[in-house]
C-alpha cells in the first residue's frame, strides 16, 4: 500500500516562505515521478511542480516559476516545496501525488498521470 504523508503547512504573511515536505512509502519510490497539486476553497485542484524519478528534470507552473523550487531524495523517499515570495493567492491545500508510471520520459501536470496522492497539508498566506 502507497502511502503518502505531506507536512509543513501553515500561516505565513505575503512574501514570506515554506517548506513542504512529503514522505513516501510502499514502493520503489525512486522508480516514479512526483508531483505537487494545491486546491483553493471553490476551485479545481490546479499542478504546481512536478519532478523526475531520477530528479535530474523538474516542470512548473507558470503562476509559481521562479518562487517555488521542487527537490526529491531518493534515499529518505521524500519530496520537498520550497515555496518563497509567498502571495495570499498561493493559499491552498497542498497535495503530493505520484506518477503512476515509473521512468517516465516527459514530465505531466495532469492530474490522471497520478494515482497516489496524500492527504493534503494547508497553506495560508495573509495579506
Known amino acids: 500500500q502507497v502511502q503518502l504523508v505531506e507536512s509543513g503547512g501553515g500561516l505565513v504573511q505575503a512574501g514570506g516562505s515554506l517548506r513542504l515536505s512529503c514522505a513516501a512509502s510502499?514502493?520503489?519510490?525512486?522508480?516514479?515521478?512526483m508531483g505537487w497539486f494545491r486546491q483553493a476553497p471553490g476551485k479545481e485542484r490546479e499542478f504546481v511542480a512536478a519532478i523526475s524519478w531520477r530528479g535530474d528534470g523538474t516542470y512548473y507552473a507558470d503562476s509559481v516559476k521562479g518562487r517555488f523550487t521542487i527537490s526529491r531524495n531518493n534515499a529518505k523517499n521524500t519530496v520537498d516545496l520550497q515555496m518563497n515570495s509567498l502571495k495570499p493567492e498561493d493559499t491552498a491545500d497542498y497535495y503530493c501525488?505520484?506518477?503512476?508510471?515509473?521512468?517516465?520520459?516527459?514530465?505531466?501536470?495532469?492530474?490522471?498521470?497520478?494515482?497516489?496522492w496524500g492527504q493534503g497539508t494547508q497553506v495560508t498566506v495573509s495579506s
Open positions: 510502499g514502493r520503489t519510490f525512486s522508480r516514479y515521478g
Open positions: 501525488a505520484s506518477d503512476r508510471a515509473a521512468f517516465r520520459v516527459v514530465l505531466t501536470k495532469q492530474i490522471y498521470d497520478y494515482n497516489y
